[in-house]
């Protein structure tokens, strides 16, 4: 829900920006079939600029001495709890979508209104144009290709003025223009600006249909006394093109008003460094993203793919599974690359319908002749692939692909570790949360609340183990939350914890 009001804001926010830039450098230039795209843009560009986003991604490192656990990343089948409570957001957002949809009720109400007339009145079709005279009009009208007006109300030359001007809305597809304004009134009718936007569209047809009407005539003073006269009550339908529609007075300014010079045409130029600031300003989105490094006191012996002990851990490690995104790969990539000069890439990657990977193949060079390949191939999620860095200063040491297998044991403690932060969203809450499923350890999130930068303070976590016994835990903080550790224990007691990173 307040993604759509944001949505709205920004929709707003980039009328409103169209708008002045319109009324302060355009609205005095005879630029009238630039003003018409200009105007247009900006309803386009702000219906959908507040849906492109540019990601930037800030890295961060976290790293964490732990003796004798291996941090493990596998979804379990985890649920957010939420209680089904009708929000002050939500009433407002009904109140607001019953209001828009009064307006459409009458926009419907007003095509009804206009094809009435149209049905039942005689027509004479000559290029294209579909022409009514009819008695149930007072003021001369076009909609598209219908041009409609009332003969006894109106002498002969003066007729011919107006269905000139009217013919140039038709041609030109003025009504396209009127309806889509139509559709933002209908959508934003609380943003007066949204109704002065309208205004100034259907004034700039006025001037454009002017000026071609004016060419075609043969008087240019009996077309503007046309104008003056022509004040009969005005339609009160809202989506057509009445000669009358405008002021008068300004067109008939505008009419006298001597060309602009060409040279002016930059100014529409100028709503270019404006957008360019909001998508700064809003479209851009900072991803806080961690490299997967968990430092560890251990180390292994055997090179490539090597079988280590649970109870035995890593210098550094780096876990793909079937969840990994494309994203977590290219920043696991580019962390060996950085940190330790290992060419890190992935290749041969497919995914199933649940976006799981189900083969891929991923290779390494730490281009000191070291180098190897890890592939799978099948129909099947694949297992968790890990692959360490454990190096000295010299650059002496183990590196490359291995494997686990648990240790049997009385005075083992093995577990394998879930965290969560203060920044993960409600998904990566749950695709964060690496309690095994073999383990058949379920969680539930409830109480979750969140600061203005979206930053989880208060969460309650009931974790139940595969012998039905709860862990409950629940942490406050409005600086945002410390670290939260989900540990299953494997190969011991059958234990589950939660602490938090300062316990």
Known sequence: METVFIYILKVNALVVLFYLVYQLALSRETFYKHSRWFLLSGLFVSLVLPFV???????????????????????????????????????????????????????????FK??????????????????????????????????????????????QNIIKHEE????????????LAQFFIILFWFNPIVWFYRKSIVQNLEFLADSFAIQQVSDRTVYQKTMLKITTQASNISIINTFNQSSIKKRIIMLNTNKSNRKNIWKMALILPIIAGFIY??????????K???????????????????AVAIGIGYVTN????????????????????????????????????IAIKISYNDNKGNNGDHEVIGDEPIDPIHFSVDTDENGKGQIGFFEHKMKEGKN?????????????????????????????????????KRNN???????????????????????????????VFIMKEIGGKNQLKIKSKKK
């Open 322 to 357: 079937k969840f990994s995104t494309d994203d977590e790969m290219k920043n696991d990539a580019a962390s060996l690359k950085k940190d330790h000069n290992i060419d890190f890439t992935f290749s041969n990657i497919k995914r199933n319908e649940k976006n799981e990977i």
């Open 281 to 290: 300003l809003f479209q851009v989105e900072v991803i806080a993203q961690e």
């Open 412 to 448: 083992i403690s093995n577990f394998k570790v879930a965290y969560i932060t203060k920044n993960d969203t409600d998904n990566e809450l749950i695709s964060r949360l690496s309690i095994v499923e073999e383990e058949n350890v379920s969680v539930k999130f409830s109480d979750i």
């Open 453 to 483: 930068k979206k930053e989880i303070i208060a969460i309650k976590i009931i974790a139940k183990n595969s012998d039905n016994k709860e862990v409950k835990y629940e942490q406050i903080n409005d600086d945002g939350i410390e670290d």
């Open 53 to 111: 986003t540019f990601t930037k991604i800030e890295y961060y490192e976290v790293k964490n001495s732990i003796d004798n656990q291996f941090f493990h990343a596998v979804t379990a089948t985890n649920e957010i709890v939420q209680e089904p409570i009708l929000t002050n957001q939500e009433i407002l957002f009904l109140v607001y979508g019953m209001i828009c949809f009064g307006f459409l009720i009458k926009t419907v109400f007003d095509f």
């Open 168 to 179: 140039a809305h038709s041609m030109q597809k003025h009504s396209f223009d009127t309806l």
């Open 114 to 159: 206009l094809f009435k007339i149209i049905k039942v009145s005689n027509s004479e079709k000559r290029d294209k144009l579909v022409y009514i005279n009819t008695n149930l009009v007072h003021t001369p009208f076009s909609f598209f290709n219908y041009i409609v007006f009332n003969s006894e109300l109106i002498n002969p030359i003066e007729l």
């Open 292 to 310: 997967k490094s968990v430092k560890f006191k251990s180390t292994y012996q055997d090179k490539n793919i090597a079988v280590v002990d649970s």
